[in-house]
């Protein structure tokens, strides 16, 4: 079955470095994506990662899977206030339609 | 362009009504998908299309229709609104399987 896990609440100081933690079970999955959710609004997506693929950077954010233990993180560097929001991890294979499996979201707080 | 839009934004409904909530994307996206998102939960996927006239039942589906027939449009309908269906629903669009556009959300209540 697919089951996608993530801890309810990260806080941090601003300017420190932003951790966010997630375990899948599928070993399936295709694609592994972080989107993130501000107050009131729907999710935009931050990034994503091949299963094949090891680390991802992109400006602040750097992504590292670990295939063997299922593993997925998300690290955001330069944490800013405007980094508070919730970032659920998701799932994904190829074919049948858009099948996302999404964690239950962190809540990263950022505090000055 | 406007990406994905969803209306209401919110509704109130009772027990046994029924309505259906709009979902509406201009960038000419194959698939589309409806999901619910509840406290604790993550979101869930209802249904999804991957194209004008085929849709397929995602993990919640039970109390749910849709209809695709056009690209443009993917519209949620509850025959019959249950409390159990109090949540916020997000529609999303992908053109490519992979990049899902999610749009604002509707917030529902069902008393």
Redesign the interface.
Known sequence: GEDVEQSLFLSVREGDSSVINCTYTDSSSTYLYWYKQEPGAGLQLLTYIFSNMDMKQDQRLTVLLNKKDKHLSLRIADTQTGDSAIYFCAEGITGGGNKLTFGTGTQLKVEL | NAG?TQTPKFQVLKTGQSMTLQCAQDMNHE?M?W?RQDP??????IH???GAGIT?Q?EVPNGYNVSRSTTEDFPLRLLSAAPSQTSVY?C?S?YD?????????TRLLVL
């Open positions: 994905v698939y998908s999901y604790g939960m993550g979101l869930r996927l999804y299309s991957v397929d995602g997000f999303a992908s399987r992979l990049t899902q556009y999610f749009g604002p959300g």
